[in-house]
């Protein structure tokens, strides 16, 4: 009864398009779940996620949920979780990738889900890393362990969608560096991100995991940049 007056008083939105949700209906609207761009790469080896790090860092699995395109429905979904505090959302699309994930056998010898870390100023500044609610709800659905201490940021930098390709590139080999022990040697890190673009960043991130021992790579988005 309570929670049915806040509801009349504060309706629930989409966060895809802002539409009233109604009451079956959770974060995302059904329409925008329907016309949502997936990619499936869940269900195909070598796609274009994968293709991204050719030749780069040896990933064993790359993958992301949707394609991301400006003014879609999943640009929308980014923008929220990431600036207006929406952390809900990366629960949701957590939740729904792990779904398609255990079906993917290379991603069954993984040990640990690291996401990319955001600079203490940046954190502090924001109030939380917009994957963390991702990667806790990929971490419970697949049984996995995640840890956010492993790899660290070392260099404050700015926003990266509002840079050109040369300044997201530039000098990011520095910006990453990896704190672990022997008990971390040899093991299989599940990185994550919210979108792949350039792959500049999570190039980066791969090869300061690849300073341990015996440390094998795949990756995982929320979202995929598509022209």
């Known amino acids: 009864m309570f929670q049915s007056i806040i509801n009349l008083f504060f309706p629930k939105v989409c966060s895809g398009c802002n539409s009233f949700l109604l009451t079956n209906e959770n974060v995302i609207c059904t329409i925008c779940r329907h016309d949502i761009p997936l990619t499936n790469h869940h269900l195909i080896e070598d796609n274009d996620a994968f293709k991204k790090f050719y030749g780069r860092i040896p990933v ?22 990431k600036y207006k505090g929406h952390e809900e959302i990366g629960t949701i699309l957590g939740e729904w990738y792990a779904e398609d994930l255990k079906t993917s056998e290379l991603l069954k010898t993984v040990d640990q889900i690291i996401p990319v870390p955001l600079h203490r100023r940046k954190l502090k500044e924001r109030g939380y890393n917009q994957v963390t609610a991702f990667g806790e709800a990929l971490s419970t659905s697949l049984n996995l362990d995640y840890n956010n201490s492993i790899l660290v940021r070392n260099i404050y930098s700015k926003t990266q969608s509002k840079k050109n390709l040369l300044g997201r590139t530039e000098g990011i080999e520095t910006i990453f560096d990896v704190s672990f022990t022997e008990k971390d040697h040899n ?15 999570l190039e980066a991130c791969s090869r300061a995991l690849m300073k341990i021992p015996g440390a094998r790579i795949s990756i995982v988005c929320m979202a995929m940049a598509q022209s």
């Open 187 to 201: 093991k299989h890190f599940l990185l994550i991100d919210d979108v792949i673009t350039t792959g500049s960043t």
């Open 60 to 81: 064993l699995h790359a993958s992301a949920l949707f394609y991301f395109h400006k003014k879609g429905i999943v640009q929308q979904l980014i923008h929220n979780l």
